[in-house]
């Protein structure tokens, strides 16, 4: 099982939190990290720009919404297929 050097943060953990950072709803030091992550992270920088661009669009129709948790569920799916998360077996 091989991971990718993704930081100090895991990818999962980025994935897991995008919306939160997306909303702003975490600490500085956690937002720096993830922030920190995202920029160094081939794997999760297309994920953050989808989210900030989905919730962007989905800020126009809605205001204080959250992702259902299948949306989520399909974002990580696409992570492990990208293998940023070393779960995918090739
Ligand atoms: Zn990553």
């Given at each position: 099982?091989?991971?990718l050097d993704?930081g100090?943060v895991?990818?999962t953990q980025?994935?897991?939190?995008?919306?939160?950072?997306?909303?702003?709803?975490?600490?500085?030091?956690r937002?720096?990290?993830?922030?920190?992550?995202?920029?160094?992270?081939?794997?999760?920088?297309?994920?953050?720009?989808?989210?900030?661009?989905f919730?962007?669009?989905?800020?126009?129709t809605?205001?204080e919404?959250?992702m259902p948790g299948?949306?989520?569920?399909?974002?990580?799916?696409k992570?492990?297929?990208?293998?940023?998360?070393?779960?995918?077996?090739?």
């Open positions: 099982m091989k991971k993704c100090s895991d990818c980025v994935v897991s939190q995008l919306w939160d950072y997306l909303d702003g709803e975490l600490t500085e030091e937002m720096r990290d993830i922030q920190t992550h995202l920029t160094a992270c081939a794997g999760c920088f297309p994920h953050f720009d989808f989210e900030r661009a919730l962007k669009a989905l800020a126009a809605r205001k919404d959250r299948v949306l989520r569920a399909r974002i990580m799916e992570l492990r297929e990208a293998g940023c998360e070393g779960l995918t077996s090739p």
